[in-house]
């Protein structure tokens, strides 16, 4: 008698595999993990929750109401419990480089707006985790438009001293500012953009305003300066005295009471003490005049850092100063350098190691 076995080959219905899927998990529900994991892995898998679908459409009409917003998580403002690291007081922390327009004022009654990089940062008690860094931005943007003043940029350092609850802060705007030069002889004139700097600082209850500006000139070697001309007079060797590309960052306190140290006035200064500034139009006879200037004006980098120094100390509107100087050599493969420091806003063991790599200006 031949007995025929009916093979399995028929795939389950949908239906068929739903119900047992249920009936699995149902018992995944109860049983422990061992027992689960003793299973066929693939078994295994379908027997865990299913993955939910979430949606993957952006919901625009969606709107964040004041009871949703206090479901939100905030870890960064959490409890002392979740800092991780050496429960320690941070000096600054904060946000660097957000950029916006800003309106400044001018010596000559103008008005100009400038892109400007702004660095706010505020103290951090050893205690609290962190801060809301948007409230910096946001504090900034309520004095944004109006004309810059030191007393506007104090007003949004009170707003964010206030809203983050800190001891001491800081706020940094960096802009490049345009002065109109003229050239030495042709009658031309052109641009010149000068790198600046700006800060407010408080700390311990004491606030400090500074300016910073990044002054680029030529400096000639008096030591080549004095070898050119010897050869010239002892041989009839013609030689050139080697000169180079400099930067001066002049970074001055302001003294409150004393008047307005206006932009133009503290380049005015460093072209007082060092008039060899790189030119932006020139002619034939504009080249043969900054030759002239320059011989006339030969000067090493212990000579660039006093007669600046000079300068600063001279006008009552500025209180504490520092002046680095970088001479960016053509005769050798390094620079010659200086730094000068008056008071003690400034004063420093230290340096920053790239100082003065960052003084290079490459127009």
């Not at 939100?72 to 002392?80: A, R």
């Not at 504090?139 to 007003?155: D, L, P």
């Not at 609850?165 to 960096?174: G, K, L, N, P, T």
């Not at 503290?266 to 080249?287: H, N």
């Amino acid at each position: 008698m031949n007995i025929h076995v009916t093979e399995m080959t028929e795939a389950p219905s949908r239906a068929e595999v739903e119900t047992a899927l249920a009936r699995l998990r149902a018992w995944a529900a109860t049983a422990s993990t061992e027992e689960i994991a003793a299973l066929d892995p693939t078994i295994g898998r379908l027997a865990a929750a299913p993955y939910p679908v979430f949606e993957r459409h952006y919901p625009t009409e969606f709107r964040a109401d004041a009871a949703y917003k206090d479901t939100l998580p905030d870890l960064q403002n959490g409890p002392s419990s979740l800092i991780r690291g050496a429960n320690r007081q941070i000096q600054h922390v904060g946000i660097s480089n957000f950029r916006l327009p800003i309106r400044y004022h001018t010596r000559d009654n103008g008005d100009l707006t400038l892109e400007t990089s702004v660095t706010g940062t505020v103290s951090l008690e050893a205690d609290k985790k962190g801060i809301n860094m948007s409230r910096i931005m946001r504090s900034f943007y309520v004095h944004a438009e109006k004309t810059f003043s030191f007393e506007v940029i104090e007003a949004a350092l009170d707003d964010y001293k206030s809203d983050l609850e800190s001891f001491d802060a800081r706020i940094q705007m960096r802009l490049s500012f345009p002065a109109r030069v003229q050239s030495l002889r042709s009658g031309l004139s052109g641009y010149q953009y000068y790198d600046i700097a700006l800060e407010l600082v408080e700390r311990a209850g004491v606030r400090q305003k500074i300016v910073h500006l990044d002054y680029v000139y030529s400096s000639t070697c008096p030591c080549s300066l004095e070898l050119s001309e010897h050869a010239r007079a002892t041989r009839s060797q013609l030689a050139t005295p080697h000169s180079q590309r400099s930067v001066a960052r002049i970074s001055v306190e302001l003294k409150d009471g004393e008047g307005c140290l206006w932009f133009e006035d503290l380049i005015e200064m460093a072209r007082a003490a060092v008039p060899t500034e790189t030119q932006v139009m020139v002619k034939r006879e504009d080249e043969q005049a900054f030759a002239e200037l320059n011989a006339a004006n030969p000067i090493f980098v212990e000579d660039a850092a006093r007669l600046y120094a000079e300068q600063l100390h001279a006008d009552t509107r500025v209180g504490d100063f520092r002046v680095v100087a970088s001479h960016q050599e053509s005769l050798h493969s390094h620079d010659a350098v200086s730094v000068l420091t008056e008071g003690n806003t400034f004063a420093q063991a230290s340096l920053d190691p790239h100082l003065f790599s960052s003084l290079i200006h490459r127009g």
